[in-house]
């Protein structure tokens, strides 16, 4: 019988150590892409995407997170006496978006480790993954796409995109045994292959829907690298299991964990903004001459 996904995991509990200062006292899933943090856009994908109930696995920082997501009744009372009915109403989206829940993960011990803090959350069904500053830009949603996927084919889907092969070792990589089709069962995964020994440019973004099998896997997993527990070597125990599927992500894709990715996002959501688009064209087209 098919499993409908209805929870996700978004891990936010990194150390964020490509973005110290800012970091140090927030985490960076909270920074704003022009006023809206970048985790709400994560969970605003999640809920178009047929998601009803999230949980954050945070780390030392979650308050932050935490009163985002929530009610505040002061700046609500304050917003309403003002007469500011247009922030008032996106202030109380906010809160309204979904069921959000949250797990701490009480050392960053890697990616598998903040995924495993959230299995009692997720129980024995099948459930989506975001990270938390993977930004994805499509129409429809991808992980909406891959839920319908995984309802087909009943085997966990992960997004792909193609890289430039000098940049492989920036990524989790999958063997598909030829070029990229829009779905593909996976051969093997490889984590940050150097380029010249990576079986293909299809690298692995940040969106997985995965059966509730990863968690034993994850228990058993080995620390690798600097003592944390990787997701992906236990996708590649699953994947000898049951066949991962692949599905091509077509779309736009920020790294907003990077600062180029952060700021290349940043300039063109301020570009497709209603009230920013124009002026900031204005400034961009200015510049330019200077930068030649
Ligand atoms: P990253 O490796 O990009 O996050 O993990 P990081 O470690 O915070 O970043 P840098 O390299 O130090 O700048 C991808 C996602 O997994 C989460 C992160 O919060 C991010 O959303 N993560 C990573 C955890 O939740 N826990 C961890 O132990 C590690």
Redesign the pocket.
């Known amino acids: 019988m098919t499993q409908r996904v209805r929870k996700a995991i978004?891990?936010?509990?990194?150390?964020?150590?490509?973005?110290l200062p800012a970091?140090k006292a927030q985490?960076?899933?909270m920074l704003p892409l022009i006023d809206k943090p970048a985790i709400q856009y994560i969970v605003e994908e999640a809920v178009r995407s047929g998601i009803d109930s999230i949980v954050i696995?945070?780390?030392r920082h979650k308050r932050a997170i935490e009163d985002h997501f929530d009610k505040s009744a002061e700046l609500e009372d304050e917003l309403e006496e003002r007469g500011n009915a247009e922030m008032l109403a996106v202030v109380r989206e906010i809160s309204q978006l979904a069921d959000i829940y949250y797990v701490r993960?009480k050392?960053?011990?890697?990616?598998g480790?903040?995924v495993l803090c959230a299995r009692r959350f997720i129980g024995d069904e099948p459930f989506a993954v975001l990270?938390?500053?993977?930004i994805l830009m499509s129409e429809p949603p991808c992980l909406k796409q891959m839920i319908e996927v995984y309802e087909e084919r009943q085997s966990s889907v992960i997004a792909v995109m193609e890289v430039p092969w000098d940049q492989t070792h920036k990524y989790g990589i999958v063997d598909i045994g030829g070029s990229l089709e829009v779905v593909a069962t996976v051969k093997d995964l490889v984590e940050k292959p150097a380029p010249g020994e990576a079986p293909s440019n299809s690298a692995v973004v940040?969106r997985y829907v995965l059966e509730p099998a990863i968690f034993e896997l994850l228990e058993r997993a080995v620390p690798g690298k600097a003592g944390?527990i990787q997701l992906t070597d236990s996708l590649r125990q699953l994947n000898e299991r049951n066949a991962l599927t692949a599905l091509r992500f077509e779309g736009r894709r920020y790294?907003v964990?990077?600062k180029l990715g952060f700021v290349q996002a940043t300039i063109d959501l301020a570009l497709e903004r209603e009230d920013l688009g124009e002026d900031i064209k204005r400034y961009l087209l200015e510049k330019l001459p200077l930068l030649r």
Request: proline fraction near 9%.
């Open positions: 978004i891990p936010a509990g990194g150390l964020g150590t490509r973005f970091t985490p960076k899933e696995v945070s780390g993960q050392e960053p011990l890697g990616l480790h903040a990270l938390g500053d993977d940040g944390e790294d964990g990077d």
